[in-house]
């Protein structure tokens, strides 16, 4: 038997051989064997147990010392930040890394501060909402309070116009219809100036005409070019589509705008009007248009102006022709809003040219011109429409009625929309002229009344918005109510005439 190394070398020294024979004294050693093997095996499960325990304690202090340093180098690091961000400000935090405690209490303040400063930024946000709206609200009624007496002026100013007055009361006339028109000018430049500057402009994409709408433009300020003994030439570049697609209001206000201020700044020669195709693809045409005149044109210092809020090129420009120097203002933001700029030329003395391009989608329809000249709607009979005037104001009612019979239109008035709606009920109308602000039931709630009435009928039945507010989210009301057209007084007789020519001649066709 194979003893322990410590055992066997005992044995050999003192105990005899003839012991080894021993069945008693075998059994003996056998048992001290396994008492030294058992030893044994105690001390390297000893020497196991510490080393195991020396490197797991290593291992941890290493923990430990990196966690520490992290601590020490998050610490700097907050203080740092605090430091940067109140640079002004005493910190009662101390210089030693393990002062956490001041942190957290300086951070749990600077937390307090914030939510109070959050807490009163949302006030100030709620008051500054409720100001935007008491604006909007006030731009409204005073848009309405206006409009609604210049409809009168205006309109009347036009029938006698055309009631073949005595010569001198024809000027007289005339200088009532400038007046009241320029005052209208005025009245929208501001009211489009406040919408810009709120960012309400919203930008329709209709189906139009641009050589029409030109044209249609050149026509409405003849009368005053002819005034002036000027001329208007129009430049229309013949691969010019057809039809695009765009917002022709805007477009036609950007025009207008600039081809008004070309006639009034010129006191001989001509105003042109050119609109060239600079490129096209299968959806979309680029247009250039430039404005040119032969007027008084601007200085070199004053050229960076012009396009400023009420800025005009001299300080006497008001004086002698009139304006609020808000039309170059709102000509430019529009184009930038539709993604363009505008660019000027002048020669003092010798006239200016207006550049911009914009680009419009391809209207895959075919539009018939729809260039009508004044004289033509003033003579043409509109017989055998009906049409029911819903309007509270007894002025209005006059003139419209007046216009009525000067187109050979029957009407009949309600009052309210309570009016309107049984009326609708039991006449039957071509369609209807609903005023928006009325008492008892407004336009839009008798527009929603006539809309839930049974039968085809009144769910087709025109009817056309006509108020005098000329707030942008009024259109869209109207249209989301169910109203088919919108006419904004003072209205132009033209635009209503071609209206109601328009959808009496729709519900034939029905």
């Known amino acids: 038997m194979e003893y322990h190394h410590l055992l066997d070398k005992q044995i050999k020294k003192l105990l005899p051989e003839q012991c080894l024979e021993d069945g008693a004294i075998l059994q003996f050693l056998d048992a001290v064997n396994n008492s030294f093997k ?117 309109g009347f100013t036009h029938l006698l116009i055309h009631q073949d007055p005595k010569p001198e009361q024809m000027e007289f006339l005339n200088f009532l219809k400038f007046s009241a028109e320029n005052l209208l000018v005025l009245i929208n430049d501001i009211l489009d100036f406040s919408k810009i500057e709120a960012g309400g402009v919203e930008f329709e994409s209709v189906d139009f005409s641009l050589t029409d709408l030109i044209r249609n433009i050149r026509l409405a300020l003849l009368q005053k070019a002819n005034e002036k003994n000027i001329q208007i030439k129009l430049m229309m570049d013949q691969d010019l589509p057809n039809a695009i697609i765009g917002d022709p209001v805007r477009l036609g206000q950007i025009l207008t705008n600039l081809m008004s201020n070309a006639v009034k700044f010129t006191h001989k020669g001509k105003v042109t009007v050119t609109a060239s195709l600079a490129s096209n693809t299968t959806d979309s045409s680029t247009i250039d248009f430039e404005i040119s005149d032969t007027g008084i044109g601007i200085t070199p210092d004053k050229i960076d102006h012009i396009f400023e809020s009420f800025n005009q090129a001299s300080s006497d420009t008001t004086r002698k022709y009139g304006g609020t120097g808000l039309g170059l203002t709102i000509t430019k933001r529009l184009l930038q809003l539709l993604g363009s700029n505008i660019t000027v030329e002048s020669e003092y003395g010798k006239g200016s040219v207006f550049n911009f391009t914009l680009t419009f989608k391809n209207s895959k329809k075919q539009l018939s011109s729809t260039a009508d000249s004044d004289e033509f709607y003033r003579l043409k009979s509109l017989k055998g429409t009906r049409l029911l005037i819903a309007e509270d104001n007894q002025i209005n009612v006059i003139l419209a009625k007046q216009f009525m019979k000067q187109w050979d239109v029957e009407c009949d008035v309600a009052e309210n929309g309570e009016i309107a709606l049984m009326l609708a009920q039991t006449h039957d109308y ?81």
């Open 38 to 154: 058992n030893f044994e095996k105690s001390i390297k499960l000893a020497d196991h147990a510490f080393n195991v325990s020396e490197r797991e304690y290593v291992t941890v202090t290493d923990n430990l010392r990196l966690q520490n340093e992290i601590k020490q180098r998050s610490i700097s690091q907050l203080k740092e930040a605090i430091r940067a961000l109140n640079p002004d400000v005493e910190l009662n935090i101390s210089d030693s890394d393990d002062d956490l405690i001041h942190i957290i209490s300086f951070l749990h303040e600077r937390i307090a501060k914030a939510k109070e400063l959050e807490v009163a930024l949302i006030h100030s946000k709620e008051l500054a909402e409720k100001a935007a709206m008491a604006k909007a609200q006030f731009l409204s009624i005073m848009s309405h309070e206006i409009r609604t007496p210049m409809n009168a002026v205006i």
């Open 430 to 510: 071509d369609m209807i002229l609903m005023d928006l602000q009325m008492p008892e039931m407004d336009g839009y709630q008798a527009t929603r009344a006539i809309r839930e009435l049974p039968g085809d009928k009144y769910k087709k039945l025109p009817i056309i918005a006509l108020t005098a507010s000329a707030m942008l989210d009024i259109q869209d009301m109207a249209f989301t109510v169910g109203m088919n057209d919108y006419v904004s007084k003072p209205f132009n007789p033209n635009e209503l005439h071609r209206k109601i020519d328009m959808y009496s001649r729709q519900r034939e066709s029905v």
